[in-house]
């Protein structure tokens, strides 16, 4: 057995584990002093990686970049940004049991990818211990291509992942997202709002292709899509509010899974208050969750033409936006 220097085994558990060199040196000298002595600190520094769960004649793998990352790869790392978060979903599985899918995507310099959990790996997801813009590290997991050609990492029983580990900075790829004022906002770019919600409409529903999301024509023969023909559907929700943050308001219109985000409940339960309460009793339902809330609102900004204003195609929204980034709004005012 080739055996590793005690330096570099308290290197890898620092790695692998995230505690301190000198909380692994602390452990490892009570372990020699459990044992009376009866092993080496080398030997008792084996035995801490092994009840640590790290395996330290595995060769350690490396971290790979997004773009480099191809289909069909088995256990791989890769790293990276947290950009978007969705929610959890359940489907049916054959054997009558429900399955649950969650994903997130990652970005990095080089690339985007969603990164997919099924069933208890959902768990972190539904407690929130991911957020968006927080640093993952993805340990075993596999590369799958999904039916648009992206590129999916499944997460597998194995899998496991680190949120913001220690010295792992990595800036995400894609478009740029602005942190701007109101009245500072321009048609065609990527913005980032802080500010209140004073003024919710009520959601609309509509039934979308469950391939495409697109809306679907609804006839006697069931669902078409323009693009899959006759097709499955789901009932989908869109929301609008406007936003003040002091400078001026904005219209922020939002759909699905962001649609169902800002408003507290899904497009079914919607749906449901909806034809059993009435619009009204909806209506105060949002406005009671919503309106006041100091929140953040991202997505593209567009002009709307039959109102000749512009408004927010909201692709995430944080109902507790982090105090960071009120912060650093009120230093944008400050210098904008
Ligand atoms: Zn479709």
Redesign the pocket.
């Known amino acids: 057995m080739k055996s590793i220097p005690i330096s570099e085994i308290i290197e890898r558990l620092h790695q692998e584990t995230g505690l301190s060199p000198e909380m692994i040196q602390d452990q490892i000298k009570a372990k020699v002093h459990t044992l009376d002595g009866l092993v080496s600190e080398e030997g008792a520094a084996y035995i801490i990686a092994s009840e640590l769960g790290v395996q330290l004649l595995k060769p350690q793998s490396k971290t790979r970049k997004i773009g480099e990352l191809e289909n069909g790869d088995l256990g791989i790392d890769a790293a990276g940004k947290v950009t978007r978060i969705y929610s959890v979903r359940t489907f049916p599985r054959k054997d009558g049991s429900v399955g649950e899918v969650a994903s997130i995507v990652i970005s990095d310099q080089t690339g985007t990818a969603r990164v997919v959990f099924w069933d208890k790996k959902t768990q972190s997801i539904k407690d929130g211990k991911i957020t968006e813009g927080d640093i993952i590290r993805i340990k075993d997991a596999n590369v799958r291509q999904n039916n648009f050609g992206g590129k999916e990492i499944h997460l597998n029983a194995r899998s496991f992942i680190a949120v913001n580990p220690k010295g792992l900075d990595i800036k995400a790829s894609g478009r740029i997202t602005n942190k701007k004022i109101i009245s500072q906002i321009i048609p065609g770019e990527n913005v980032s709002v802080v500010g209140t919600i004073v003024k919710a409409y009520p959601p609309r529903f509509y039934y979308?292709?469950?391939?495409?999301?697109?809306k679907?024509a609804l006839t006697p023969d069931g669902a078409f899509?323009?693009?899959?023909n006759k097709?499955e559907v789901e009932q989908n929700m869109l929301v609008s509010i406007v936003l003040d943050d002091g400078t001026e308001t904005i219209r922020c219109v939002a759909f699905r899974n962001t649609a169902e985000n800002v408003c507290g409940f899904t497009a079914k339960e919607g749906y449901e208050i909806l034809t059993k309460d009435g619009e009204n009793i909806l209506s105060a339902r949002l406005d009671e969750f919503l309106l006041g809330r100091q929140v953040e609102c991202i997505g593209g900004a567009k002009e709307n033409k039959n109102v000749a204003q512009t408004e927010i195609m909201l692709n995430s929204v944080d109902l507790n936006p982090n105090p960071k980034n009120i912060a650093s709004k009120l230093l944008v005012e400050k210098n904008g």
């Open positions: 979308a292709c469950k391939t495409c999301n697109k679907v899509c323009k693009e899959h097709t």
